[in-house]
């Protein structure tokens, strides 16, 4: 089964680099070798009036997008269905959401209904991380408190140290309990810190488009490795 994923993940990134993604959306739909009983839902984190952290021109929100919309083509390709929670920087607000914080909440509302709303759900909220220190660097799994989480925490984080950041030590932890999101979808759930913005070398590579692309491909790729152990919450074998 992995040797499976590998090879297939290797021709849709050749794929990726030589097509359009609305073709690749259209024209390739079923890679995994059985049909995946689940929703992957994919958060770009922020958006709208919030962009997150920032860093000079780079707006967090905006690079989470570019990861998400990645990570949905990859899914989408590997047969994986695939829903976003945003498709872009803009979100529109319900008219009694007054002021920045009750846009922010009914923004958050919205898209738990929405995970809420789909077939078995797993929910993927892409982040980016900052700190003062220039020198912090290295992506951070956490993981919500449904069956599978920590799996799916744990092969991500172990596929990103041991293939894109090899000096990473960082382990998956457990998310705050004050995260709105992630306490209310009520289904496998992790969120991911791609890296620190604050740290120039790794900005330099979240800002890549080859880089992103590696990320998306570990995302789905890990979801799929990851199937038992998500499908076990949702009852089946
Ligand atoms: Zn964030």
């Known amino acids: 089964m992995k040797k499976t994923i590998a090879l297939v993940c290797i021709a849709a990134l050749v794929i990726t680099l030589a097509v359009s993604r609305r073709a690749e959306l259209n024209a390739v739909k079923t890679f995994a070798s059985r049909k995946p009983c689940l929703t992957l839902v994919i958060d770009a984190g922020h958006g709208g009036e919030d962009g997150g952290a920032t860093e000079g021109e780079?707006?967090?929100?905006?690079?989470?997008?570019?990861?998400?919309?990645?990570?949905?083509?990859?899914?989408?390709?590997?047969?994986?269905?695939?829903v976003m929670t945003r498709e872009s920087e803009?979100?529109?607000?319900?008219?009694?959401?007054?002021?920045?914080?009750?846009?922010?909440?009914?923004?958050?509302?919205?898209?738990v209904r929405l995970v809420k709303s789909l077939p078995q759900p797993v929910?993927?909220?892409?982040h980016q991380n900052k700190f003062k220190l220039a020198s912090a660097y290295g992506f951070e799994a956490y993981y919500?408190?449904?069956?599978?989480?920590?799996?799916l925490?744990?092969?991500?984080q172990g596929s990103v140290n041991s293939l894109l950041e090899r000096d990473n030590r960082r382990t998956i932890a457990r998310?705050?309990?004050?995260?709105?999101?992630?306490?209310?979808?009520?289904?496998?759930?992790?969120?991911?810190?791609?890296?620190?913005?604050?740290?120039p070398t790794e900005l330099a590579q979240l800002t890549d488009d080859g880089y992103q692309r590696k990320l998306a491909?570990?995302?789905?790729?890990?979801?799929?490795?990851?199937?038992?152990?998500?499908?076990e919450h949702y009852g089946k074998d």
Do not use: H, W
């Open 175 to 199: 998310i705050s309990s004050d995260i709105y999101i992630m306490k209310n979808v009520s289904c496998p759930a992790v969120l991911l810190e791609c890296g620190f913005i604050s740290n």
């Open 58 to 82: 780079v707006r967090e929100s905006a690079l989470n997008l570019d990861i998400a919309k990645k990570t949905e083509l990859m899914s989408v390709f590997l047969g994986l269905p695939a």
């Open 153 to 156: 925490a744990e092969i991500i």
């Open 144 to 151: 919500g408190a449904e069956t599978g989480s920590a799996e």
């Open 217 to 231: 491909m570990i995302f789905a790729c890990s979801v799929l490795q990851c199937l038992g152990s998500l499908e």
């Open 90 to 111: 803009i979100i529109s607000y319900p008219p009694e959401a007054d002021s920045v914080k009750k846009r922010k909440m009914a923004d958050m509302r919205e898209r």
């Open 123 to 126: 929910f993927i909220s892409i």
